[in-house]
């Protein structure tokens, strides 16, 4: 038997806003040009302005992208809290443990239909939250066939960018805003040539936050695009974070609230793992970046608030997810794995037991061989 939790009308989230810690990194790991795990930073990079002009279309055919349809459950993660636990000499202390695209899902909910498919599973006092996979390849693959369509379709009528180039684009544009090292130890010709680095996705940066919500601690690992200046010498201050995004031009009032919404999405991102800074590179219809623009998180749902277009409001998204987290781990009280499963539109989250014993592949043996020893 499934049980529900409702997702009730954003007006009845609103009201005193829950208490937030704000995130801490405690750890990080790269991926490296060939998608390796590193236990390090290999991977960050800095912001550095593109020139605007750029056609972001320049080398897709040579771009490298990383193959998605295999499930990487939350191994990067657990590696790094492992090793982070070694040097300790405990266990962290969060009451759930996820990559930060599940959370955003989660705060989302109240004012997206979008559907979701999550695994879940408690060791050791902790919930371990992981995408179900195979939900996620079903839903890339009806994806897939439907652009095939379309792409068919427009191809007797043009002016349409199939998504694989527009996908490109966003990566494209992170390649042409930041450098490998901070700028001062980068020659100008290597700023001056990004346009001619291939393109690739495999390579990233992952920073492992301590946050919370309500009376929940939740550990969370997310892509960190860039970083402005340096890392604060003292572990756990504040830092300065980029979240490079691309948008199409607003031209319209319709263009502005679509905008807006989206938005809030960035918001959601940006707000998880403490992001301050979000630069979003407008670009024409045919992929000419045109206009690059700086947005303050903080101020984000305020402003958006101010120009009134798309309605929405962070501390629902916020008061949303600490009671849903605070149900869940109500409701997960014993072994196996739990599914946690949205339908599309659907005005609840169901919870349900798919494996009975046993944590699927959600746990590594590897962390369980080392959380023995603690
Ligand atoms: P844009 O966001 O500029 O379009 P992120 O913004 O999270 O750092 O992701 C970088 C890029 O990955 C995105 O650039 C987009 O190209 C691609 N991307 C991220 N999430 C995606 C999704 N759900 N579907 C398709 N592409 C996605
Ligand atoms: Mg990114
Ligand atoms: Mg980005």
Known sequence: MALEFPIQPPSSYAGESEPVKRPKEFACFSYDKDHKFRLDDSSLKWYYPPVVG?????????FIKHDESKDEHLDSLLKTIASHEQQTGGPIDAHIVTWRGMLTKIMATPYDDEGFEMNATLYRDCIFIEENHAFKEQKRQIEIARDQKRQQENNRRGHWNPPSVMQFWGY????????PRPWGETTREYIESRDDEVVSNKEQYCSVVRTGFGK??????GEVDAIWDAKPETPGQPINWVELKTSAEIRSHNDQFKFDRKLMRYWIQSFLLGVPKIIV??????????QVEEFKTLSMPEDVKRRNTAKWDGNVCIKFTSLFLEWLRQSISDGGVWRIKRESKSAHIELFK???VGHGSIITDEFMNWRIKL
Do not use: H, P, W
């Open 54 to 62: 750029a056609n972001l279309s320049n080398g897709y055919d040579t």
């Open 172 to 179: 494209k544009f992170e390649t042409l805003s930041t450098i």
């Open 216 to 221: 929940s601690v939740v550990c969370l690992g």
């Open 281 to 290: 590179g407008f670009r024409t219809q045919g992929g000419i970046l045109s």
């Open 354 to 356: 798919v494996e009975e």
